[in-house]
């Protein structure tokens, strides 16, 4: 039925056009950027394109893509490697870049910049004034400060040969900081109040490490560069802290294995990683040593290039496709060891790592 009072006509004409101003100033504000909840996919870009970026997928599947620039009005930079989260912030690691980025965690605007870093891989935070940094190309340990964006200082670590100093993941019990030292074909263990290292050796250049829920360390080992005669079969070793011993040790039985992002699942019960492009998994408490025989192969027709757990059943994977245009983030579903997709996304190039 019409309206035919016209007082109450243009009183509600006035509020509809507030509400349309309120609106549109809210969604055109760019300062309003709500990373509150869901995730963040980390976009490697392509090598010296300085097109690195960060993607956020929101727990309603609202896809932002870029947000560093959106929300600084620059671009991140040269090959994304990893971000570290403290205090309400985050510092993405830019190898190529030689730097790491600080800014806001909801928000993402910049609060500083650490440079002067060799190929900075990943950061680890141990206090609000030191933080040790990880470096590819060299046997450089950086120190920075988290609260000052500065680099404070360097350690240098054994390395076996100047030509493939590289180190990579971290992992801090107490004081100890267990460091993969790839160059060395070690873990080097520093005391985070002294700075003093020593070393434990593995096989061929150890990468990634997790905990598991007994304290113990477990390591995927690349096994080296097959081009150079060095290389041996890619491996997982376990770590006991409490003696610094290699308890056990998964190998596999040929060479022609590329395995990267070894992850827990949610119950500690079962290790991840990617393999030639395929998602693998297989129990901890396994006592068989050859890692042919008691791994799960889980292929999508797709290159798995990263992938990160929401639950015990739920994975995301990355998949980086020709290495040069947008990636995907695929959602999983995991029952009887099959692998089905039940969602995807646009993000940026080379999609790599994912962070809740």
Request: some cysteine.
């Amino acid at each position: 039925m019409p309206l035919k009072n016209p007082k109450l006509m243009r009183l509600l004409y006035l509020w509809a056009l507030i509400g349309i101003s309120f609106a549109s100033c809210k969604d055109d504000d760019p300062t309003v950027l709500p990373y509150e909840n869901g995730f963040f996919v980390l976009n490697e870009g392509s090598f010296n394109a300085a097109n690195a970026s960060v993607s956020h997928i929101s727990e309603d599947k609202s896809i932002s893509n870029d947000i560093f620039a959106t929300a600084n009005n620059r671009p991140l930079g040269d090959v994304a490697q990893s971000i570290t989260f403290y205090d309400n912030k985050a510092f993405i690691v830019v190898n190529n870049s030689q730097k790491i980025e600080v800014v806001e965690r909801n928000t993402f605007r910049s609060l500083g910049t650490i440079q002067n870093l060799p190929s900075p891989r990943y950061l680890h935070i141990v206090s609000n004034t030191k933080g040790y940094v990880t470096n590819l190309f060299s046997n450089e340990l950086s120190i920075i400060n988290p609260n000052t964006y500065q680099k404070t200082g360097s350690l240098t670590l054994p390395c076996a040969d100047n030509n493939s100093c590289w180190t990579e993941k971290m992992i801090q019990q107490g004081n100890k900081l267990y460091i993969a030292n790839t160059g060395n074909n070690a873990i080097t263990v520093l005391d985070t109040n002294t700075d003093v290292v020593q070393q434990i050796v593995t096989r061929q250049q150890p990468s990634d490490l997790v905990e598991d829920a007994t304290g113990k360390i477990w390591i995927l080992c690349l096994g080296g560069w097959c081009d150079f005669n060095t290389c041996e079969p890619a491996a997982l070793q376990l770590l006991n802290p409490a003696n610094n011993t290699i308890e056990k040790t998964f190998a596999y039985t040929t060479n022609d294995n590329f395995v990267a992002q070894l992850q827990l699942d949610k119950t500690n019960n079962t290790l991840y990683f990617v393999n030639n492009g395929s998602l693998i998994w297989l129990n901890a408490n396994e006592n068989n040593s050859n890692l042919t025989d008691i791994a799960t192969i889980g292929t999508l027709n797709r290159t798995i290039y990263g992938f990160s757990f929401k639950d015990a059943n739920t994975i995301y994977v990355t998949d980086a496709t020709d290495f040069a245009q947008n990636g995907k983030v695929f959602q999983l579903n995991k029952q009887n060891n099959q692998l089905s997709i039940i969602d995807s996304f646009t993000v940026g190039i080379v999609p790599a790592k994912l962070y809740w």
